[in-house]
């Protein structure tokens, strides 16, 4: 539902008056995946999550050894369980580190064990980051993990004890609302940008729905109030365009069914326009 409700939007329209050749590929499809439990019996949907993941993750690692930049249409932030693991693997095969900009009201960063709501959807980060007890996903432990501490999560409002724990003893940044709001988005951002660059890095961003205030984007599940602002979001947007550092980007958690009269959507369309170079007016480009 969630990809369609972006095509609906016009996300292909967007860039291509912006100049960019688009290819859209589809609907992916999962992996089928036989006799597979978890390790937790309170998990959800386990294979499902494992087929998907492991289709997304050979799309990712294919697409990021390749000049293209992939946008990732959901869905389910599960998703990211396999395009950040897929792109880290092509960053691997390129010799550059990646890292991961996670714009999202969660962390997101639970292992299967520590779950205590048995939604995969709160673990992919910790998956992409190789946190252990993920083994059955992929049959295999992740052969080329996202350094936590390269990982920066920015909008976050709501996080529980275990997760907290995994951030802490990982090294992942974390921007919760009340810092964003005592020292600015951009400000938080500039160095983590500074730091993308100085490594020689390629980033991901991973953009959920929830990342906003409910109030301008409410076809979200799993909302959370206190979000993101329009101007906020898109000041994001804008200087990650400046910095020229991203090279994939997920959009997800977009389910249509709450959205009024698709609002949320062509939020999400015109915040990925300014990440590609839309603006208002034009101005010289400077350091973020």
């Not at 693991?85 to 009201?105: I, M, N, S, T, Y």
């Not at 938080?188 to 929830?210: I, Y």
Request: glycine share 12%; charged share 25%.
């Amino acid at each position: 539902m969630g990809p369609d409700a972006y095509r609906t939007a016009g996300l292909a329209t967007t860039l291509e008056t912006l100049g960019h050749c688009v290819r859209d590929d589809g609907n992916l499809q999962p992996e089928t995946v036989d006799d597979i439990r978890p390790p937790n019996g309170i998990v959800k949907n386990f294979g499902a999550y494992a087929g998907w993941t492991r289709s997304l993750l050979k799309k990712a690692s294919d697409l990021g050894t390749g000049d293209s930049f992939p946008i990732y249409l959901g869905g389910d932030h599960s998703l990211a369980a396999g395009t950040v693991a897929g792109q880290a693997k092509a960053a691997a095969e390129k010799g550059r580190p990646l890292f991961v900009l996670w714009l999202d009201a969660h962390s997101d960063f639970h292992t299967l064990e520590s779950t205590d709501s048995g939604n995969l959807h709160g673990t992919p980060l910790a998956f992409a980051c190789g946190l252990p007890g993920f083994d059955a996903v992929l049959g295999a432990p992740l052969t080329h993990p996202v350094s936590a501490n390269r990982v920066e999560i920015m909008g976050v409002r709501s996080i529980d004890e275990a997760e907290r724990d995994f951030l802490v003893r990982h090294g992942a940044g974390v921007s919760d609302m009340r810092r964003i709001d005592e020292e600015g988005i951009g400000k938080l951002l500039h160095p983590f940008l500074e730091r993308v660059r100085a490594e020689n890095g390629l980033l991901h961003v991973s953009l959920d729905v929830d990342f906003l205030d409910p109030d301008i984007a409410p076809a979200v599940g799993t909302t959370v109030p206190g979000g993101a602002t329009f101007r906020e979001a898109h000041l994001v947007m804008e200087m990650l365009h400046d910095s020229g550092l991203v090279t994939s980007l997920d959009l997800v958690e977009l389910n249509p069914f709450l959205d009024d009269r698709g609002k949320t959507a062509r939020l999400m369309v015109d915040l990925t326009g300014s990440l590609f170079g839309r603006r208002v007016f034009d101005r010289p480009t400077r350091s973020y």
